[in-house]
């Protein structure tokens, strides 16, 4: 290792803890991976460490430190090529580095750079890199407020316990009158359904304003409310233009609307945050724009990183990828993520994970089954609202199969008693 490298090393246990964050990357490189680990911490912290002529260096207080790296494998093609990092062969890498938060505080804009922007990603030396996760000390944790509700507050508005929660996302899902929008809402409303939603798609638009869009679906639903007994959440999407997310929010909540939506990363961490200051109803969050970030193995940062930052910015339902071929997510990554909203950390309370993509009465039981526990909500779009019954059929149809799962029988023998079960069977099962 060069001589200069050196003070980019330390040994965890001999740190302040509570002063650093610790980033975990993957990387590839052609060259000696210590100094290329060093180089990676220099880049992302103090670059130059004392001035010209000047007596002084700040690595110590300000300089980011590898604390623990493992090789972790050789290839000789590497993920990503690089001109500034050519090889006979690439070294496989996995590094844990602490960085002093002082350097960039408890602001998302500020973590997001050092974590994720010029010095980290185009560190001379590394072809590929990818953020594993992200570890912070609970000091830090403190700085941030949070989801606001919660997986507790959420159940306390539609008074569910003891089973997960079944949102559905209204289909069509563009295109829709308010009007018509709003009687799907209702007919899923009536079947059972607990939280009826916006599309990500689906904004404040000229053929479907915001407004009228919410007043009629709350008209629909307090409708079902005083039908059934139970009661219900409309979701209304305001992604939007920052400065205009404030706006859509007070005109849902002054409608009686009782939740929102954004496109989490679309909008971006610090907006989220913001509206998660000023939130009088619980926030969800659509994974729009997590994909082009996510998806290469071996460059980005994890759904995990983005799950966690997404539950630190205050969104107290995160909807994610969730089971089944169609999101392209493993099931240990999806239940890493479910985990990732429910585990204890530090202040920070628990966020609702809603796991979803093409799902119907037939995938409760398997994510029951994945996840080990109800604090989780489907979402549903076909699997409801295009039902052979229409929505209020399958609404009922998740319902049965929540039924199915604590009579301890098999959907297939519950829906020989029970026709929109049956009927989903037919539809959607393989």
Known sequence: MKEENKPFFAKWD??????????????????????????????QSTALWNRVGVEEDFRPLYGAKVVKLKKTGRIVHPSIESAYAKG??????????????????????????????????FTPGINAIKLLDIEF????????????????????????NGRPLVCGVVKPNIGLKPDDFAELAYKAYLGGIDATKDDEMLSDVPYSPTKERVAAVISKMHKAEDKTGEKK?????????????LELHDMVVELGGNAVMLNGMAVGLSAARMLSKNTKVPIFSHFDFIAPYTRHPHFGLTTQVVTKLQRLSGFDGIIM???????????AEVKENVETCLNRWGSVRESLPVPGGSDWAGSLLPMYKAFG???????????????PMG???????????????????????????HKELRQAIRAFGK
């Open 321 to 331: 990828p969730g089971l089944g071929d169609r999101m392209n997510t493993t099931p």
């Open 391 to 417: 929505p209020e059929g399958g609404a009922r149809s998740i319902r049965q199969a929540w039924e199915a799962i604590e009579k301890g029988v098999s959907i297939e023998a519950y829906a020989e008693s």
């Open 233 to 245: 959440i409309f979701i209304a999407n305001i992604t939007d233009e920052v400065d205009k997310i």
């Open 88 to 121: 006979s062969s690439y070294t496989q890498v996995e590094v844990k580095i602490a960085h002093p938060h002082v350097n960039f505080g408890p602001k998302f804009p500020n973590l997001m750079t050092a974590a994720c922007g010029e010095g980290a990603f």
């Open 137 to 160: 000390p609970d000091g830090y944790l403190r700085e941030f407020q949070g989801p606001r509700f919660g997986v507790k507050g959420i159940r306390e508005i539609v008074k569910v």
């Open 373 to 387: 526990t109800v604090d989780f909500s489907m979402v549903p779009g076909r699997g409801v609202f295009g039902h």
């Open 14 to 43: 001999e740190l302040d803890r509570g002063r650093y964050c610790i980033f975990k990357y993957y990387f590839e490189t052609p060259f000696d991976p210590e100094d290329t680990a060093a180089h990676l911490c220099r880049e």
